[in-house]
């Protein structure tokens, strides 16, 4: 559905790269995690795929397209949700909704429905300009399915909203993705992304580090513990331990021997704590 290879860009048009010899694909029906820090190239990578910023040097084709030479066909199979809303703030939502839907050349979906999917469904006779930030991102992820497209590209999709919207917009994306559309998920939001990608990316100061699952990558760099609380005279005492390090193994056994077990559950590394050990960098 992507291919990318040798991608570079520079917004200085010398060797200062915002990408650097950025290669990838991905395939149809995948929900692809494209992972790193603010300023680490994800933007400039999602805006080449999706004709906003002209292809310097490389090959990239998006959903059987060539886009350096993109054709308006591409856009009829592509949807895309910014991270900063872009909407018409003199319209109301359901306008917004009706005016962009007259740009394909391809069935559309229809407003409300859109509205009532993202719950703004009693909302969409208000101006836009008087939407919330939440709001007005819910709108733009709305707009963003409006043409049925096969390729989603989704920036920081849940940025802004509650914990109950947020699961709602994930739900979503997962059932989408069920009926086999592809997913590019920009983030540097690393629960969504163990969540709700098959592979994840890792890019940093402009260079795709590596690629694998999040499974893989918990298999090979995460180190797992278990917690274990329990009980020493009339204190509860807790401590986390390795699987790894013989002293913290022996130690486990001395506490099971030894004292009341209260609670214990195994813990392994987060996708963050992998990202900062094979980066070296803070997702910030």
């Not at 520079?10 to 915002?18: G, I, P």
């Not at 290669?23 to 692809?32: A, D, K, L, W």
């Not at 992972?35 to 292809?55: F, M, R, V, Y």
Request: charged share 30%.
């Amino acid at each position: 559905m992507i291919s990318v290879s040798n991608l570079y860009h520079s917004y200085s048009n010398d060797e200062k790269y915002a990408v650097k010899n950025v290669s990838f694909e991905i395939e149809e029906g995948e929900v692809f995690g494209f992972l790193g820090p603010s300023g680490a190239g994800k933007s400039t990578t999602q805006g080449i795929l999706t004709g906003l910023l002209q292809l310097q040097k490389g090959v990239v084709t998006v959903a059987g397209y060539d886009v350096k030479h993109i054709k308006n066909e591409m856009f009829n199979k592509i949807g895309m949700s910014f991270e900063q809303s872009n909407v018409y703030s003199k319209m109301t939502g359901k306008e917004n909704l009706e005016f962009y839907r007259k740009l394909f050349d391809v069935e559309t979906r229809d407003p409300q429905e859109l509205l009532e999917l993202v719950g703004l469904g009693d909302k969409g006779n208000i101006k836009a300009g008087e939407y919330s930030k939440g709001m007005k991102h819910r709108l733009t992820f709305a707009r963003s399915m409006i043409n049925n497209p096969t390729l989603w590209f989704l920036d920081e999709p849940t940025t802004g909203l509650d914990p109950a919207i947020a699961s709602e917009i994930k739900n979503i994306i997962k059932e989408k993705n069920k009926k086999g559309v592809t997913v590019f998920l920009t983030t540097h939001n690393m629960y969504i992304a163990d969540e709700l990608c098959d592979r994840v990316g890792f890019i940093v100061d402009g260079e795709l580090l590596l690629i694998d699952s999040p499974k893989n990558l918990k298999l090979q760099y995460g180190e797992k513990f278990v917690e274990v609380e329990y009980l020493d005279g009339k204190e509860i005492r807790k401590e986390s331990l390795s699987f790894v390090t013989k002293d913290d193994i022996e130690r486990l056994k001395e506490i099971l021997d030894q004292y009341e077990i209260q609670t214990m559950h195994t813990k392994e590394a987060t996708l963050e704590e992998i990202f900062i050990k094979v980066t070296g960098r803070e997702l910030v």
